[in-house]
């Protein structure tokens, strides 16, 4: 299998309302943040049409990339989905 295939078998447990994910509101986007729209395998942000990067963090495969980026100088908040939700990977 393709790694898009591989990637395509695992399920997601949406936590309503609660989010694991939140951008900090920002009116223009650090260099970094900015690279979450490119590097985030799961494609969760994206550019509104103010220029600010959301998210939507559902499909989030929990890689912690962004979390790396963008954590510690306060960008985003990231937590570990509750337990029970979340990815489930069917490929490790
Ligand atoms: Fe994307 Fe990984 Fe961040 Fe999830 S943890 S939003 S998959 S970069």
Not at 7 to 34: C, F, M, T
């Amino acid at each position: 299998l393709r790694v898009e295939e591989k990637l395509y078998q695992n399920r997601y447990l949406v936590d309503p309302g609660r989010p694991h994910i939140k951008v900090r509101p920002h009116e223009r986007p650090s260099a970094n943040l900015l690279a979450l729209t490119h590097i985030c395998p799961a494609k969760c942000y994206e550019l509104n049409d103010k220029g600010q990067v959301e998210t939507t963090s559902d499909g989030c495969m929990e890689c912690g990339t962004c979390r790396v980026l963008c954590e510690a100088n306060g960008e985003i908040v990231w937590n570990y989905p509750r337990g029970g939700f979340g990815v489930l990977f069917k490929f490790g």
